[in-house]
């Protein structure tokens, strides 16, 4: 069955969605709170995190360290293949090659790690932290992470599974690179360029299925395969956890940006973009667009907020605003960047905050994932209306 310009923008980006597109009305209705006081000892997380924080508050709240805490939790989906956005079945980059970020930030010893663009480690957060335990920096990144990871007896593994290499093979026998105007640009709508024509929509869906059949992509994951091609998706886990004692501390782990230019580093393992904690303030960390958030410093600007007296989500709405005023305020190009924060502070205040109500593609709102003896998820409190739509900007209505 062909698949058309419309039919595809409507099932990707509209139709099974509940959520409105930027200036509509908005339709979704899930219990939102995403922000609150929490009991300590308290453990938040971005939602795919939400299966693996039983194990990491039961560490907890037995006296464990926070950062154990919260590696625990990013270890999972860094482990899970089918988690296509961290570790073991990240998407790789434009060579087909995944590379990973992650950075931790330890409260009581006030100590960090970091590892960028690093190949065949799993565990980038756990690399992060043998980091900051096993030497006298604080980043390491590409061929020389992954030779001290396996100096420290990490194993070398190939973290590219059969769908994502089965992905990467059909955006690259069917798609553009990176090179050329980004949302930065004067020049950003040269990228509206492509697509405008419904004759030429339909004839780059058609090839699109014919290489996904020949690829040997199952038929029910070719529409996955196909947008993920298109709207090459970003995907990371940030964990912060508080303890009882009041200690606290912070991780962030990702493949970053799919089918990014080799090298490309995000804002993950950039201590105080990706992920910052202060033990006399709290700790805070993000997810999506990495670029806009490397600019903001946002997770550093969270805490710092915070420590002038801000809540945090008037901390995070803050932070928002200076990724809203990098583009003075202009949602025409703001509609496709997507970012969400996830904030705790030190008395148990936490929330989470995000530019639009959801990412273009998927069916849920962001969310925060929290236990502090109540396992739950939380609706993140939205600066805008609507959801971001996938850079690039392809369809043109
Ligand atoms: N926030 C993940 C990335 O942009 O790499």
Redesign the pocket.
Known sequence: MAISRRDFVHSALLGAASLSVPGSAKADTAPARGSGKAKLPVIISAANGFKYLDEAYTLLSGGGDTLDAALKVVQGPEDDPNDESVGLGGHPNEEGVVEL?ACCMHGPTRTAGSVGAVRNIKNASLLANTVRLHTGHVMLVGEGAEKFAVAQGFPRENLLTDKSRKEWLLWKETHSDWWGASLSSPDWRTRLRVHAHTDEWQERMDRMKTIAVAIGIPREEQMDAIRSVIFPP?G?IHCSALNAKGEMSGCTT?S??AWKIPGRV???PIISA?CYTDQDVGSAG??????E?IKVAGAHTIIENMRRGMSPLDAGMDTLQRIVHNYNGDKERLQYVDMVYYILKKDGAYAAVSLWEGYGDDTSPHRIAIHDGTKRLETAVSMFRGVSQAWPPLFKS
């Open positions: 970020d970003t990371t990702t970053g940006l995000g804002d993950s990706g993000a997810t999506g667009s990495g670029e958030n």
